[in-house]
């Protein structure tokens, strides 16, 4: 099992453009996490799937940030315009089932650079 | 949520045994214990969970109190590739891992 996809690794753009970031879970997981890295606020939720549905997105920092799930293999989570406090290094995460026995499985990350 | 709370960080030497508290004490039944771990620079890496008894897995062990308000993981012989930082975390269903600050652990040769 290849674990959870995410590209790009790296993404330097500028102020105002629009940021499209990708993930691919494992399959068979029917729940995938957006997560959010910086140095002042760690690691924040930002948004959850369940079943391709968007369950909880109450962590979504404001209208700029949407996120889409169009089915069991991919998400998005865009940035529209993007801003320079939006850098950050961007994980996505995906689950097996809603036990609290079921561990979150991460990819590597998207480190966004936003100038 | 029930809170989690660490050391911010500790010092090992390697090849020595590694214990990493964790208190939390609001902890509900039905809530399970993990832990992660975060290398430098790359995505959070889950290490070990329990509920009420002990476990052992090829990682770590995790230490449970009787009454499950405080657990310690316990890497046996530290090594350089273990320098991270530890998160406990408390998981009930289906939500989201709330990570703390967790604790840096440093190992020296």
């Known amino acids: ?115 | 949520d029930a809170k989690t709370t660490q050391p911010n960080s500790m010092e090992s030497n390697e090849e020595e045994p590694v214990h990493l508290p964790c208190n939390h004490s609001t902890i509900s039944g039905t809530d399970y214990i993990h832990w992660y771990r975060q290398l430098p620079s790359q995505g959070p890496e889950y290490v070990i969970h329990g509920l009420t008894s002990n476990v052992n897995n090829r990682m770590a062990s995790l230490a449970i109190a009787e009454d499950r308000k405080s657990s310690t993981l316990i890497l046996h012989r530290a090594t350089l590739r273990d320098a991270a930082v530890y998160y406990c975390i408390l998981r009930y269903s289906g939500y989201a891992l709330n990570f703390g600050k967790g604790t840096s652990l440093l190992v020296t040769p």
């Open chain 1, 1 to 115: 099992d290849a674990g959870v996809i995410q590209s790009p690794r790296h993404e330097v753009t500028e102020m105002g453009q629009e940021v499209t970031l990708r993930c691919k879970p494992i399959s068979g997981h029917d729940y995938l996490f957006w997560y959010r890295q910086t140095m002042m606020r760690g690691l924040e939720l930002l948004i959850y799937f369940n079943n391709n549905v968007p369950i909880d997105d109450s962590g979504m920092p404001e209208d700029r940030f949407s996120a889409k799930m169009p089915n069991a293999s991919f998400s998005t989570l865009k940035i529209q315009p993007s801003e320079p406090r939006d850098s950050a290094v961007y994980f996505c995460a995906s689950s097996e089932g809603r036990s609290g026995r079921n561990e979150q499985f991460f990819g590597p990350g998207t480190r966004l650079t936003v100038l």
